[in-house]
T-cell receptor, first 109, second 114 residues
């Protein structure tokens, strides 16, 4: 079967750095996505990785290792507005997105 | 953000009644999707469309049907709603130039079946 694993909840301090991990086992791989979802709102696109390595976008970076079936989202200089759920999703061989259950990130002052 | 709207945004209905949710896009994207989101679960695909009148089932399609008669509209119908269909429903689109595989989401519809 297909599976995406990510921690259910994480807590971090304002101004700090946090890394959210995602491991996957899917039938084929055509890319990995990270989305942010604030409570009561729709998911919004953060990043896309299809090749190994680090993609940086401002305070957010995403890393991919296809051989290890592993990705992480790195958030720097945390702000209170970063409190949200972060969803990892893999595009499988049929170009369907397989979603993890999401990681709820709580930011404390 | 992509131009995607969903209607209604909230609905309360009773078991056994039919319900139709509408997704409307102004981006002319080829692909449209319906997902449901429940606590403890990832987004689960109900149905998707790859063009006008072209639709296919997703992971959790039982009890749902869809129609797409125009590029911009994708309808999700619960023929006879059950309490297990209480959920938040999201529509998504993809197929834009430059990022064809990235899905963009509508604001969601919160459906309660009593």
């Amino acid at each position: 079967g297909q599976n995406i694993d990510q921690p259910t909840e994480m807590t971090a301090t304002e101004g700090a750095i946090v890394q959210i991990n995602c491991t996957y086992q899917t039938s084929g791989f055509n890319g990995l996505f990270w989305y942010q979802q604030h409570a009561g709102e729709a998911p919004t696109f953060l990043s896309y990785n299809v090749l190994d390595g680090l993609e940086e976008k401002g305070r957010f970076s995403s890393f991919l290792s296809r051989s290890k079936g592993y990705s992480y989202l790195l958030l720097k200089e945390l702000q209170m507005k970063d409190s949200a759920s972060y969803l990892c999703a893999v595009l499988d061989s049929n170009y369907q997105l397989i979603w993890g259950a999401g990681t709820k990130l709580i930011i404390k002052p | 953000d992509a131009g995607i709207t969903q209607s209604p945004r909230h609905k309360v209905t009773e078991t056994g009644t039919p319900v139709t949710l509408r997704c409307h896009q102004t981006e002319n994207h080829r692909y449209m999707y319906w997902y449901r989101q429940d606590p403890g679960h990832g987004l689960r695909l109900i149905h998707y469309s790859y063009g006008v009148k072209d639709t296919d089932k997703g992971e959790v399609s039982d009890g749902y049907s869809v129609s797409r008669s125009k590029t911009e509209d994708f309808l999700l119908t619960l023929e006879s709603a059950t309490s297990s269909q209480t959920s938040v429903y999201f529509c998504a689109i993809s197929g834009g130039s430059g990022d064809a595989d990235t899905q963009y989401f509508g604001p969601g519809t919160r459906l309660t079946v009593l």
